[in-house]
């Protein structure tokens, strides 16, 4: 924290009036089915962003990255969207957003300062949002309670960077708890924290660097009409809903499906088992059953979803080799996180097998060419003021 008021006390000649911090995230499971209504498992980990902001006397916007060094203008009076703008344009997006409820805001110098650049990936975006978010409302005693923020948070989203909407992602940037993961159950519009209870492993995040090349455009799959076909596939299935276990039935509700989307909607729909094994791992504190969830759901991505890539699948299988080098039983688990096509993955194994995992990216880095980034981290709290402190 001491080093985003340095930077803006250096940047604007005055410290700020108010720091927020938001957590980083990633998606353990389900980030694939949110559109179809379904459950997304997610954490937010000490990957944090911290967000000053000071008020101006005029109607102008100064924006500062200190990582980078990057600054960026703007004014309340005209705010607009701006590719060149970046990550300014999610701070731009709340500012809109606020104005176009009917409140008068005045100028700002903002600092956004986070040691992991938002094109990276582990939310540092929505973090930015989130922060910014919390912070106009505070700064400026806006009335909105945390439901209301969501509202803001999605017009900022939709209408402003003509995004799609991710609530797992802000209930996990919002929300989150200390030592627990959050799901989010996207029909029902809730979430629930579940304690992540396994002390001997260690959680590592992996960036492999890849560039990201999509191989496929995933609104393929997003259509009114395929969501319709896997309703009808739904089912009551342990005082919940699932899907139909039929293989019968499930090919015929799907033979009109063109084979692409088949194999993908299939795996949504395996992807919904996997996240309640996920969960009930964590609930009865059986790593085994968390572990082989995960591992079969990195599986389905990589064979039916089609987002992988031969390095991810190799930092993947690296990981798995510790369970069959010491013939444990999924003691260790790792899968592609995010958009996919590269870029990350997370890995959880136990505390003594971690450095034994960092000496295999030197291998990864012979063979591919990428220099990884890892990133040790445990669950942490959703955003929250930073300065001025908060009154107990």
């Not at 650049?117 to 400026?140: C, Q």
């Amino acid at each position: 924290m001491e080093k985003v008021v340095s930077a803006h006390n250096e940047e604007f000649s005055s410290p700020p009036d108010i720091v927020l911090s938001a957590p980083g995230r990633f998606h353990l499971v389900g980030e694939h089915s949110w559109y179809f209504k379904d459950k997304t498992l997610s954490m937010a980990v000490n990957l944090p962003v911290y967000l000053a902001i000071s008020k101006r006397p005029d109607s102008s916007l100064r924006f500062y990255f200190p990582q980078t060094k990057e600054r960026k203008r703007a004014n309340i009076t005209s705010l607009k969207y701006r590719r060149e703008d970046r990550w300014a344009n999610n701070v731009k997006a709340l500012m809109f957003a606020f104005v176009s409820m009917g409140h008068e805001l005045p100028g700002m110098n903002v600092t956004v300062y986070s040691d992991i650049l938002p094109s990276a990936g582990f939310g540092i975006t929505t973090a930015i949002k989130v922060a910014t978010a919390l912070a106009l409302r505070t700064l400026f005693s806006l009335p909105y309670d945390d439901k209301a923020i969501m509202d803001i948070l999605e017009k900022a989203n939709r209408v402003f960077l003509s995004t799609e909407h991710y609530v797992s992602d802000l209930n996990a940037a919002l929300f989150a708890k200390k030592n627990t993961c959050i799901l989010t159950n996207h029909k029902t519009k809730t979430y629930k924290t579940i304690p992540f209870p396994f002390k001997d492993h260690t959680i590592v995040l992996t960036d492999a660097r890849v560039p990201r090349i999509s191989l496929w455009d995933e609104e393929t799959i997003r259509r009114e009409e395929y969501r319709n076909v896997l309703k009808d596939l739904e089912i009551r299935k342990n005082g919940d809903w699932g899907y139909e276990d039929s293989e019968a039935e499930i090919a015929d509700v799907l033979s009109d499906v063109p084979e692409d989307v088949r194999r993908r909607l299939i795996c949504v729909m395996k992807e919904h088992q996997y996240v309640v094994d996920a969960v009930d791992g964590l609930e009865t504190k059986d790593f085994s059953k968390f572990a082989r969830a995960v591992n079969k759901s990195h599986e389905i991505m990589r064979d039916l979803y089609q987002i992988s890539c031969p390095e991810i699948d190799w930092l993947v299988k690296r990981v798995l080799e510790f369970d069959s080098m010491a013939i444990r039983k999924a003691d260790s688990c790792a899968r592609i996180t995010g958009k996919g096509f590269g870029r990350c993955t997370y890995t959880i194994i136990k505390n003594e097998d971690v450095e034994t995992y960092m000496q295999k990216l030197s291998d990864y880095e012979r063979i591919f060419g990428f220099h990884p980034v890892t990133y040790i981290v445990k669950p942490v709290d959703g955003a929250a003021i930073q300065y001025p402190y908060k009154k107990s």
